[in-house]
């Protein structure tokens, strides 16, 4: 071994640094893969020689640990994903002559089809930010929340980070950062352009009152919080769309910030748009991942099938 890191600790900051510097994985990534590490590092014995020391062997055994835990097949998949890059990572940089998770093979994640929303109850949601709020400004702001997401499919963590430089000048597009720092165009629906407009106005008003006030520059952020992230939080905006499906008499228990990306996602394949198209407004790096909505459309369209043709009726 050339220059390996001396103990488990210094292999994972050596590699989580890697990941970041050069990949720029996303923050959550590489929270998840240090936890994923140090759980595996924790379960080694002590005076096996760490990371330096494992064979193929362990690793399967740590997996059959993790199996008779009862830990869920996708956990399970992601640590192994995790043990797989850190070893590849290792051999590139001569820490290792051999990488033992190479031949490993994973446990298979059980595909799950989606959860989405019908248009009748995307256009309920829509009509409830309209009336929902504490005043003018608030019901304002919900209906661009909505607005903005069912029309561009963009992940919540996208959506409340969104730069209010990105919405000046009544936009087509939308730049949006999304995973790794990665950027992509969305088109704006002209609904969504007037909310956004509208949103704009009474943004800019209120803002420029707070700061004849305090003497201070304005928030960077389209949707401003007065919290530590500058911005409306991922939290905040779940329970608001939680609020907001009460309001419209939509289950809450259907209504998630990511379930309505599956909506936009769902109801584009059933216009006709084509995979590739969906693949980038929703800034998948891998078309299989969104390959997922073509079962949702398949499923729904046997549902239709066997709720309506008269011949599955009679049958029934």
């Known amino acids: 071994m050339s220059g390996a890191p001396a103990g488990d600790h210094a292999w994972i900051a050596r590699f989580l640094e890697a990941q970041a510097a050069e990949l720029g994985a996303a923050t959550n990534t590489l929270l998840a893969y240090g936890r994923d590490l140090k759980d595996f590092s924790a379960w080694l014995s002590p005076g096996a020689g760490g990371f330096a020391g ?29 043990i ?22 994973g446990p298979g994640r059980s595909r799950q089809l989606p959860g989405t929303l019908d248009m009748d109850e995307v256009d309920r949601l829509l009509a409830a930010a309209r009336a929902s709020g504490r005043d003018d400004m608030a019901r ?8 903005l997401l069912y029309a561009t499919g963009m992940r919540v963590s996208e959506l409340v980070a969104l730069p209010v430089s990105a919405a000046r000048g009544d936009p ?68 608001l769309i939680k609020e907001l499906a009460v309001a419209a008499g939509v289950a809450p228990s259907r209504v998630t910030p990511h379930r309505l990306r599956h909506a936009f996602a769902t109801h584009l394949l059933e216009n006709g748009a084509d995979l590739r198209s969906i693949q980038m407004l929703l800034g998948h790096a891998d078309l299989a991942t969104t390959e997922i909505y073509t079962h949702v459309l398949e499923a729904r369209l046997r549902d239709l099938v066997l709720t309506h043709h008269p011949l599955a009726r009679d049958a029934q």
């Not at 362990?58 to 640590?79: N, V």
């Not at 590849?88 to 190479?102: H, L, V």
Request: proline letters at 5%; aromatic letters at 8%.
């Open 54 to 82: 494992v064979t193929q062997e362990r690793i399967e055994s740590y997996l059959l640990h993790c199996d008779a835990q009862g830990l869920a097949t996708s956990t399970r998949a992601r640590r192994l994903s995790a």
């Open 84 to 105: 797989r890059q850190l070893y590849r990572f290792a051999f590139d940089e001569g820490w290792r002559s051999d990488n033992p998770a190479i031949r490993i093979s």
């Open 140 to 147: 304002v702001r919900n209906t661009c929340l909505l607005e």
């Open 172 to 239: 087509r597009l939308l730049l949006v950062r999304g995973k790794g720092g990665k950027e992509r165009m969305v088109p704006l629906s002209p609904p969504a352009r007037e909310a956004l407009a509208t949103w704009l106005r009474l943004r800019d008003t209120a803002a420029s009152g707070r700061r004849a006030e305090a003497g201070a520059d304005g928030s960077p952020f389209l949707f401003p919080s007065r919290g530590k992230s500058g911005h409306l939080t991922r939290n905040r905006f779940y329970l």
